[in-house]
């Protein structure tokens, strides 16, 4: 089955300890989303990618990166986790082009930081 | 500010009853709005959109309204289960990114659906 997939489902971190979180999809879709939600909240964009291009939101801290080595694969970097980092990380893909506006999501990584 | 608002945190309905969810937005150039439904601990699910140009879009048990004058959406769900106990999250797309067509969601901050065998 085509699907977006997400590792690790959970992650815990330490304080400031760089930590990776990694999306896959087989939906050969060209842009790829990483959203934010934390308990309660709507989810937050913080970038996507359509194809190689990338495109931060405004409000996203540059503590938090992005990687896309290929079509398959995107990678969310946070550099320097802090408590407030703690949340519900899902990624997300959609096809792209005019008319195809549905997202499908992971099942997310649940990040702890302790 | 929010510019897609679910007002309703929370809804209990009994199985085989109407569930209607509601969501209201700010923003007229939101032009594509979408429904999602979330289980604990896994990624939002897509259920079923509309295009502003329709007023009512029908995909089995789920039928969704939008009142555009009124600014205003709903997912009717009929009959309602068990199974569809989860949280509801109203979604709406605006912005043309300058990189090619993908778009933003915003999301509304989701309703709470309980439905009571």
């Known amino acids: 089955d085509a699907m977006v997939i997400q590792n690790p489902r959970y992650q815990v971190t330490q304080f400031g300890k760089p930590v990776t979180l990694s999306c896959s999809q087989t939906?050969?879709?060209?842009?790829m989303y990483w959203y934010q939600q934390k308990s309660s909240q709507a989810p937050k964009l913080l970038f996507h990618?359509?194809?190689?291009?990338?495109?931060n939101e405004a409000d996203t801290p540059d503590n938090f990166q992005s990687r896309r080595p290929n079509t398959s694969f995107c990678f969310l970097d946070i550099r320097s986790p802090g408590l407030g980092d703690a949340a519900m990380y899902l990624c997300?893909?959609?096809?792209?082009?005019?008319?195809?506006?549905?997202?499908?999501f992971g099942p997310g990584t649940r990040l702890t930081v302790t | 500010d929010q510019q897609v608002k679910q007002n309703s945190p929370s809804l209990s309905v009994q199985e085989g009853r109407i569930s209607i969810l509601n969501c209201d937005y700010t923003?007229?150039?939101?032009?594509?709005f979408l429904w999602y439904k979330k289980y604990p601990a896994e990624g939002p699910t897509f259920l079923i959109s509309?295009?502003?140009?329709?007023d009512k879009n029908e995909d089995g048990r789920f039928t969704v309204f939008l009142n555009k004058s009124a600014k205003h959406l709903s997912l009717h769900i009929v009959p309602s289960q068990p199974g569809d106990s989860a949280v509801y999250f109203c979604?709406?797309?605006?912005?043309?990114?300058?990189?090619?067509?993908?778009?933003?969601?915003?999301f509304g901050s989701g309703t709470q659906l309980t439905v009571l065998p």
């Open positions: 990618y359509y194809d190689k291009d990338f495109n």
């Open positions: 939906l050969n879709h060209n842009v």
């Open positions: 997300a893909t959609s096809r792209g082009g005019s008319g195809s506006y549905e997202q499908y």
């Open positions: 979604a709406a797309i605006e912005r043309l990114f300058s990189s090619g067509s993908a778009r933003q969601l915003t």
């Open positions: 509309i295009s502003s140009i329709k």
């Open positions: 923003n007229s150039m939101f032009d594509y």
